[in-house]
């Protein structure tokens, strides 16, 4: 009983392993076909497509291109206002507080300073669209 399921087991191995062993001619015979013209198909395919949208294109008429003049020099974009307004800060309050001046260890004076706390450890931003002001 033994022996014979150590037989299946090796029979079912064996065939496993002969069904890989095809040669990669078998498998994908080569072609006529050069690299460069397989790539060359390929963008000829690109390039129907691109004849194809200029032909569906139309031209812009006068009141058209007034207003995307218009749209396009209202529209400045730079990294200043780019962030402020896609994302801009969420309200983290800071706590000022003064230290008045006073003697540390070892009879050092040291002068009065402020320094400053934010309310959260970390600086957050809001997504886009979401409302930052008071409800």
């Known amino acids: 009983m033994k022996k014979r399921r150590t037989l299946l087991m090796y029979a079912g191995v064996l ?3 002969s069904g890989c062993s095809t040669s990669k001619d078998t498998m994908l015979p ?3 076909s050069t690299m460069l013209e397989l790539w060359n198909d390929g ?3 690109t390039h129907a497509t ?3 949208r200029t032909t569906l294109r139309r031209s812009l008429n006068d009141s058209e291109r007034t207003v995307s003049t218009q749209v396009a020099e209202s529209y400045s974009r730079t990294q200043e206002n780019e962030i402020q307004q896609t994302f801009p800060r969420l309200p983290n309050p800071d706590m000022v507080m003064y230290v008045y001046p006073h003697i ?3 009879n050092a004076p040291v002068p009065g300073y402020s320094t400053v706390f ?3 450890s970390q600086i ?3 997504l886009p669209g979401e409302r930052t002001g008071e409800l």
């Open 30 to 32: 080569p072609g006529d």
């Open 15 to 17: 065939m496993l392993l």
């Open 104 to 106: 540390a260890e070892g």
């Open 50 to 52: 691109g004849e194809g």
């Open 118 to 120: 934010p309310f959260y």
């Open 124 to 126: 957050q931003y809001a």
């Open 43 to 45: 963008a000829s395919t």
